[in-house]
């Protein structure tokens, strides 16, 4: 995967404080089978098996607020329709997935004339804090206004972001070759974090006009699987220390060992701090 940065700004920031409590992380391991639609993609059945592998395990662990209602996934029907009750999960765990260890396990096979995709995934999770403020996230694909998590080779990648408080936002990509790219704050700015107004909604990497960094999706193989980091928190907090990217990209990049030490040590030392995690898909076409 490259991520490439189509032009930059300099954008300020401001200070905040809060007092913070350290929170253990705690391992763990999940597992899904989903039965893959006539009308979904492959690719977009790894994905949602894999989220949907998360929430499971993180369920596990730490319990749900809406009971058995997160485990029912009804097989949808050859026209796609169907139940799927899995759109209540993410709000019902009573914990957050923190970072993935090693990567996912896939494995696709029948049953009678379904076809089938099983996921296994390890990583470390950590209990949500009740006093974390609404936050809304959105991946959104070229121009399209729906969230969406599978891209084509040189697609447009947006994001929509919405905090109930004011705060300060970083938001990274993680490949499948041990690299994490920052997207926010943008290249040229020193900045720790980006600092967002409370109820305000923003469309980050939207703009032609210069004033704004643009990104693009690239794959040089089929599938190529990354995860999105949109990182937040009332207080504020500075980003790791990365470097210029080895390729031509227009990007800072650091190691993902390195960022998954870094955000540990945030999250352990601020309660209060959010990660949205979005698995995205891209396809070279080939």
Same mark, same amino acid.
């Given at each position: 995967?490259?991520?490439?940065?189509?032009a930059?700004?300099?954008?300020?920031?401001g200070?905040?404080?809060?007092?913070?409590?350290?929170e253990?992380?705690?391992?763990?391991?999940?597992?899904y089978?989903?039965?893959?639609?006539?009308?979904v993609a492959?690719d977009?059945g790894e994905?949602?098996?894999?989220?949907?592998?998360?929430?499971?395990?993180?369920a596990?662990e730490?319990?749900?607020?809406?009971?058995?209602?997160?485990?029912?996934?009804?097989r949808?029907?050859e026209?796609?329709?169907g139940?799927?009750?899995?759109?209540?999960?993410?709000a019902?765990?009573?914990?957050?997935? @923190? =970072?993935t260890?090693?990567?996912?396990?896939?494995?696709?096979g %029948?049953? *009678? #004339?379904?076809i089938?995709?099983?996921c296994?995934?390890?990583?470390?999770a950590?209990?949500?804090?009740?006093?974390k403020?609404?936050?809304?996230?959105?991946?959104?694909?070229n121009?399209?206004?729906?969230?969406?998590?599978?891209?084509?080779?040189?697609?447009?990648?947006?994001?929509r972001?919405a905090?109930?408080?004011?705060?300060?936002?970083t938001v990274?990509?993680?490949d499948?070759?041990g690299?994490?790219y920052?997207?926010?704050?943008?290249y040229?700015e020193?900045?720790?974090s980006?600092? @967002? =107004?409370?109820?305000?909604?923003?469309?980050f990497?939207?703009? %032609?006009? *210069? #004033?704004?960094?643009?990104?693009?999706?690239?794959?040089?193989?089929?599938?190529e699987?990354?995860?999105?980091?949109?990182i937040f928190?009332?207080?504020?907090?500075?980003?790791?220390?990365d470097?210029?990217?080895?390729a031509?990209t227009g990007?800072?990049?650091?190691?993902?060992?390195?960022?998954?030490r870094w955000?540990e040590?945030?999250?352990?030392?601020d309660?209060?701090?959010?990660?949205?995690?979005r698995?995205?898909?891209?396809?070279?076409?080939e």
């Open positions: 995967m490259r991520l490439y940065g189509i930059g700004m300099v954008l300020a920031v200070v905040a404080g809060g007092g913070v409590h350290a253990k992380l705690r391992e763990v391991e999940g597992r089978v989903y039965y893959l639609p006539r009308n492959r977009r994905q949602i098996a894999l989220e949907r592998a998360m929430i499971n395990a993180v596990d730490f319990g749900t607020l809406l009971s058995d209602h997160t485990r029912v996934d009804k949808v029907s026209t796609g329709e139940s799927d009750y899995w759109s209540l999960a993410t019902a765990v009573r914990g957050e997935w @923190v =970072e260890i090693g990567q996912p396990e896939f494995t696709c %029948m049953e *009678g #004339d379904d089938v995709i099983t296994r995934v390890r990583g470390r950590r209990p949500v804090a009740n006093n403020a609404d936050m809304t996230l959105k991946v959104l694909r121009d399209a206004m729906t969230e969406d998590n599978t891209f084509a080779d040189g697609d447009r990648i947006l994001m972001f905090s109930a408080v004011d705060g300060y936002l990274f990509l993680e499948d070759n690299m994490v920052r997207m926010l704050p943008f040229s020193r900045a720790g980006k600092e @967002v =107004e409370g109820g305000r909604e923003y469309l990497f939207s703009s %032609m006009a *210069g #004033d704004a960094e643009q990104y693009r999706m690239t794959a040089s193989r089929p599938v699987r990354n995860i999105l980091y949109a928190s009332p207080n504020e907090y500075v980003k790791p220390i470097s210029r990217s080895s031509d990007l800072r990049e650091l190691t993902a060992e390195t960022f998954h955000l040590s945030r999250r352990a030392a309660p209060a701090m959010q990660v949205a995690v698995p995205l898909t891209v396809t070279s076409g």
